[in-house]
């Protein structure tokens, strides 16, 4: 029996063509059976890729118990 500690999150702002500020969220995420990047990805609106830069990965290969940083994006203005 797995306990989940809440996540740390730490936010940064920046700026994106069309958008007048996204505000990325950094959290940690503790991989469980079944998981894949791609799911991981999809919970936190987030990108495969993106996971995979902000953790170093090469592949996609993923160990239950390993913890992620992801950054999930939310549009915080109106598009210009």
């Known amino acids: 029996r ?3 500690s809440p996540p740390r999150s730490k936010v940064t702002k920046v700026a994106a063509a069309g958008k007048s500020e996204v ?3 950094d959290a940690s995420y503790r991989i469980r ?3 894949t990047l791609s ?3 999809a919970r936190h609106s987030t990108t ?3 996971i995979k830069a902000l953790n170093g990965l090469s592949s996609s290969r993923l ?3 390993q913890v ?3 950054a999930s994006a939310s549009d915080e203005g109106s598009p210009e």
């Open 2 to 4: 797995s306990v989940r």
């Open 23 to 25: 505000v990325l969220a």
């Open 33 to 35: 059976k079944g998981d």
């Open 39 to 41: 799911s991981v990805a």
């Open 48 to 50: 495969v890729e993106a």
């Open 63 to 65: 160990s239950i118990g």
């Open 68 to 70: 992620l940083r992801v």
